[in-house]
């Protein structure tokens, strides 16, 4: 196998500045792929990001654009079109959300935390698709979380909005088949990034993801972005639709 296998390839990452989105930007730029590095907020760490990409060996191009708005999503996907030549893998990681019970919730925190994480996968794919359905192979992955399915303390909208990613995955997955596109979801156990900051008990949560995982050990940003990089190849092209758990073990648990 090559060792550069996306050489030629254009991957659109949301978020990719920080955390689990950067280890996945790099982990792509390592397997030959030009990178989009989208950021919101925070330039420098987009730019180190991007950076460390081109030192990968990969044509890089930045790209400030708020993924809970509609214009701006299509504004990240056409530069990259102009810049680097295409879209070939879309990879929607970037969140924020409202921490509150569900009861606590207003209409501009669901808003805020819908459009997105969840809004923006769509238009993003909507986006990103009639350039891979011209070429006849695209790669879409989406980042989910356990709470989805399960109740965790504050998520509720947040879990709301994952679930959502998770059928619009399935659904994504059986349209774009047909045209060599997969689409499939990566679902990551606690992953210690700026995220869980904004978790009161972030202590707690990370020391409960470590007693009870059966791997021993908390996930890391490079052990999410493998398996991405794992769909986004084409050993992954019977995997459609799915939602791989990277968790060592945690969600198996009773
Ligand atoms: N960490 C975990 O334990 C965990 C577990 C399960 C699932 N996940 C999922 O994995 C993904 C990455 O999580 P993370 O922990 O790496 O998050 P993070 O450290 O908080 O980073 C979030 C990233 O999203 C970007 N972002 C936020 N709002 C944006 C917007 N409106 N438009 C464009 N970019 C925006 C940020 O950009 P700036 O740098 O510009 O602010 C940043 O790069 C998320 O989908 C998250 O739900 C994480």
Not at 63 to 86: H, P, Q, S, Y
Request: proline share 4%.
């Amino acid at each position: 196998m090559s060792e550069r296998p996306l050489r030629g390839k254009v991957a659109v990452v949301t978020g990719s500045g920080r955390g689990i989105g950067r280890a996945i930007a790099l982990e792509l730029a390592g397997r030959g792929a030009d990178i989009c590095v989208n950021f919101l907020r925070k330039r420098s760490a987009a730019e180190a990001t991007a950076a460390e990409a081109q030192a990968r060996g990969s044509r890089v191009h930045l790209v400030k654009a708020n993924v809970g708005e509609l214009d701006e999503i299509e504004l990240l996907i056409r530069e990259t079109v102009e810049v680097l030549g295409g879209v070939d893998i879309l990879v929607g990681n970037a969140a924020s959300g409202v921490l509150k019970p569900a009861i606590e919730q207003d209409l501009k925190g669901w808003e805020w935390t819908m459009n997105i994480n969840a809004r923006s996968v769509l238009f993003a794919a909507k986006a990103a698709a009639p350039y891979m359905i011209e070429k006849g192979w695209g790669r879409i992955v989406t980042l989910t979380s356990l709470g989805s399915v399960r109740v965790m303390p504050e998520y509720s909208v947040v879990g709301v909005s994952k679930a959502a990613i998770e059928a619009i995955t399935r659904y994504l997955a059986v349209e774009l088949a047909p045209h060599g596109i997969t689409v499939n979801a990566v679902s990551p156990g606690v992953v210690d990034t700026d995220a869980l900051k904004f978790f009161p008990s972030r202590e707690v949560i990370l020391a409960e993801a470590l007693r009870r995982s059966p791997v021993g050990r908390l996930v890391t940003p490079e052990d999410v972005a493998k398996v991405v990089a794992f769909l986004c190849s084409d050993d992954a092209a019977m995997i459609c639709g799915q939602t791989i758990h990277v968790d060592g073990g945690y969600s198996v648990l009773a």
